[in-house]
């Protein structure tokens, strides 16, 4: 109980820090947060743009007098009332960009995490098991080349070649703009199909760095002392493989796992922007690019809440799976 609340109280001060450095950050950009939607304004209302800034201020419920504490104060009110905060550019409360967005990325980081890590623990294990040999060497080999693309570049090439010229995958979107959104089947595999692009570019690189890493792993693991003994009992490799090697080679990876989602719940901000795909990381590239600090902001702490619950699972996690590890 005690290990729970020192924990608990440790990861409070972690976020209070991380989301105090957001918007220290955030706010020390040039530029008036409200200047795009005062340009908005002042066009569709015909009147100059200063008037249409003070609109824009009132309607954000932001003044730019008030000194940086009384802003910081607001903030973190709106924060305990779960409010992310206002988006200038899409004119909305940045709550119902999040609820709109979050499922299509998570959605998509489920498909592309259980992908990559299921194919890389297999082939890392199976690498490691065939040590030594050409087998080894090409499985190391093209993870590490891999691993080294960026999700962009490799969001970029499957975009060009499957959906440009092989013409097997859609453009962009979540879904076609000519179906009406349904639980119907034709619906649903639309759904999967859209998925499938920004999918495969982040799953890919995913699995070449699992897959290096439970190599390592199970190289490692097949050093101990235990496994040499299984060995000299005269037990198959096989099982050893199974009940010996594999299981433990996957505990340090598992709470890995857990982590890297929270991580990746601020989506791939490139990979979603290149396939137009309507995720949490489309919204934050489109943030960036317009200036839109409210949706920055609120996109920012969305993914440190989601770091922070991510590390404090991980670690109950490890200590459930590994018995070698007692919660104290």
């Not at 304004?41 to 743009?49: D, G, T, Y």
């Not at 305990?80 to 960009?97: P, Q």
């Not at 759904?191 to 799953?203: E, K, T």
């Amino acid at each position: 109980m005690n290990y729970f609340i020192n924990k608990t109280l440790y990861l409070l001060i972690v976020f209070v820090i991380a989301i105090s450095g957001v918007f220290v950050l955030v706010n020390n950009m040039p530029g008036d947060p409200a200047y795009g939607l005062a340009v908005s304004i002042a066009q569709q209302r015909n009147m100059q743009i200063e008037q249409a800034l003070e609109i824009a201020h009132k309607m954000m419920g932001i003044d730019p007098h008030e000194s940086i504490f009384i802003r910081y104060g607001k903030f973190v009110s709106n924060l305990l009332k779960g409010n992310f905060g206002y988006s200038a550019f899409y004119n909305t409360s940045v709550n119902e960009i999040i609820a709109e967005s979050l499922p299509w990325t998570l959605f998509v980081i489920s498909l592309a995490t259980f992908l990559s890590f299921t194919i890389g623990i297999f082939l890392g294990a199976f690498a490691a098991q065939k040590r030594a040999t050409i087998t080894e060497g090409i499985i190391s080999t093209v993870s590490s080349i891999i691993q080294a693309i960026p999700p962009f570049i490799l969001a970029v090439l499957i975009l060009f070649v499957f959906s440009v010229r092989l013409k097997v995958l859609p453009l962009g979107g979540a879904y076609p703009v000519d179906i009406e959104p349904s639980f119907s089947l034709e619906f649903i595999s639309k759904i999967f199909l859209h998925a499938l692009g920004p999918m495969l570019a982040i799953a890919i690189p995913q699995m070449a760095s699992w897959t290096l890493a439970m190599r390592g792993n199970t190289s490692q693991i097949m050093e101990e002392d235990f496994i040499r003994f299984a060995e000299a009992r005269g037990l198959r490799d096989s099982v050893i493989a199974a009940k010996y090697v594999r299981n433990n080679a996957m505990l340090p990876l598992v709470a890995s796992l857990a982590i890297s989602v929270g991580y990746m719940l601020g989506g791939q901000t490139l990979v979603e922007s290149i396939f137009n795909y309507p995720g949490i990381g489309f919204y934050f590239g489109k943030a960036i690019a317009v200036r839109d600090f409210g949706l920055l902001t609120g996109l920012f702490t969305l993914i440190v809440i989601g770091v922070i619950l991510a590390t404090f699972i991980a670690d109950f996690v490890y200590a459930l799976i590994d018995p070698r590890v007692k919660l104290k």
